[in-house]
């Protein structure tokens, strides 16, 4: 079950990857409201909830297949859906689809809003509500119209596409990134000339080098993508300083211009769009969600408000603050 809760028009939560019947147990004791594309799945959903005298409380989003062939019912199965949840008092919250190329497509994608809007078009006049547009689609005001919409990357301050003028457009309107990476080193070293550094030898030392070791890596979400392309920079001078050998599951060594105290704060990624460690460059590489999503829950998240520190939480495994 993927629990990517989206605002509802209510105090709950929808689930929005595609609901199965194992899932329904949870579903009912939290009051989630599941994203369903099957028949099966609405008849054991009717038997779960006649039990509860307010089933209007558990409602679903019935989702349509327009053409991304991912999650979602075939056009020609929804009637059916439609039909057994009218025929049975199922509560719908509403209808939606989702679009495979909203940014750099817009003839495919105006093909999938048409599509899905003349399916729901006579349910839309019975007061179902609709939705299709993500980030890219609402940048780009495709079914924008509609009674909802879904920001993704956009509600975190990133484009929906590693381009130079996506990242321009998306400050433009006046968002900026909210997830900066910061950390101290925990070794400093002067190394000389023909050392390697790192796992298979990849990097070799030129010259007398200083070479920072922190204690970050993939296991943390730091991709090896980025072993020898990767840089970490200072805010004092904005300094970009070289990722180098390969990225380590725990570890990273980054190469500095002269020895600096342990104590130096090093920005690992930053809340820019322009920095060659910003999400949005670093997506050059690997696209801004695999930066993002692949963050790991043992790094301590710090929450800043207004300039000011207003929460820390060391891990999101054991929730320790």
């Known amino acids: 079950m993927t629990f990517v809760a989206q605002a509802m028009s209510v105090a709950q939560a929808m689930v929005s990857g595609n609901a199965i019947e194992e899932d329904i147990p949870i579903l009912v004791k939290y009051t ?24 209007e409380r558990h409602q679903v989003v019935l989702k349509i297949d327009t053409g991304m062939s991912r999650n979602g019912c075939q056009t020609h199965d929804f009637l059916f859906l439609i039909q057994f949840c009218q025929t049975h008092g199922l509560t719908i919250h509403s209808v939606m689809t989702h679009f495979s190329q909203a940014w750099d497509n817009p003839y495919f994608t105006k093909q999938q809003l048409n599509t899905f809007m003349t399916l729901v078009g006579p349910l839309r006049a019975s007061g179902v509500k609709v939705h299709v547009a993500s980030s890219a689609a609402i940048i780009r005001g495709l079914g924008t119209q509609l009674d909802f919409i879904r920001p993704g990357s956009c509600m975190y301050g990133l484009p929906p596409e590693p381009m130079s003028e996506t990242g321009e457009l998306v400050e433009s309107l006046g968002l900026r990134p ?53 840089v970490v920079s200072l805010d004092e001078d904005g300094l970009q300083l070289p ?79």
Request: aromatic share 8%; no cysteine.
């Open 178 to 230: 909210v997830l900066s990476w910061r950390a101290r080193p925990t070794l400093i070293k002067q190394l000389p000339q023909g050392r390697v550094v790192g796992y298979d030898n990849t990097y070799v030392t030129r010259a007398t080098e200083t070479i920072a070791t922190f204690s970050l890596g993939y296991a943390d979400g730091y991709s090896r993508l980025l072993s020898n392309r990767g």
């Open 243 to 321: 990722v180098v050998g390969t990225v380590s599951m725990d570890a990273i060594t980054v190469r500095l211009d002269k020895p600096k105290p342990s104590s130096t704060t090093f920005n690992i990624i930053t809340d820019d769009f322009t920095s060659p460690n910003s999400v949005t460059k670093m997506a050059a590489t690997i696209i801004p969600h695999d930066v993002t999503t692949s963050l790991a829950a043992r790094l301590p998240r710090v929450f800043v408000s207004g300039g000011h520190v207003v929460a820390v939480t060391k891990s999101l495994v054991t929730d320790e603050r």
């Open 32 to 55: 989630l409201t599941p994203t369903v594309a099957e028949l099966n799945f609405l008849k054991e959903w009717r038997k779960a909830i006649t039990t509860d005298p307010v089933k």
